[in-house]
């Protein structure tokens, strides 16, 4: 099990004032020494929060896994493709949302997404695709030659019973098993958080979660490598079962 911490949100506060701090730089170390196994940046084309400035850095200094996360066009591949990260996401964007709204719909972008995936791929980079937990958009995935899909936990996440969280939990396990005997790696995020992650830990073959805002949140009181330890801990604790 796997944890990318995302630090889109320390630059988030940075931006608000167009300033120099906090550095996401600094973030990513600390999250490092937390345990983080991956760092997870998303370069938004409207560049609200990472700027263009902290990939090339993080690129440099990150030890561990980097994955950028970015949409399917051409500025972004173009930027993937020179600055070449372990991993790259596909993610859908629009420039209205506070955030990545559902996943991305590799049925309706069928040609974007493979002539995506065959840049990438020339560059060397891992892909994985952000998509819905459907069973439609895990086999174009496979289809179209990404390496992992990273499925959306929003539903999960945002479920207002418990009831509706449990039967998100079902579509989402159903969803992993697919990807698995589809052969693909099986990753997930978005809007996990220390209450609600131990059973996305535990779903059977899940490999690497990316978590973001929760853990950026906790660590203004508690610190960065804090946040990312107690992460970590229960992630491990839910892979264990
Ligand atoms: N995974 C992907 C593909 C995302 O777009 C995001 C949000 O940028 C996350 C994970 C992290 O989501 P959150 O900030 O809600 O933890």
Redesign the pocket.
Known sequence: MKL?V?I??VATVRQARRTTEPDPVWAAAAAELGGADQI?V?LREDRRHIQDRDIELLKRTVNVKLNL?CACVDEMLAIACELKPDQV?L?PEKREEV??EGGLDVIANRNRVSDAVSKLHEAGIFVSL?IDPAEDQIALAKELSAEAV?L?T?SY?DAPTDALRTEQLKILKSASAFTKTSGLHLHA????TYSNVLPIAAIDGMEEL???????ARSMFVGMQTAVEQMKALCIQGAKG
């Open positions: 990318g995302n889109d949100h997870t998303h996360e996401c993610v955030t990545t952000f990273e959306h929003g996440a995020g978005h809007g996990l990316n978590i973001g805002h929760s853990i950026i």
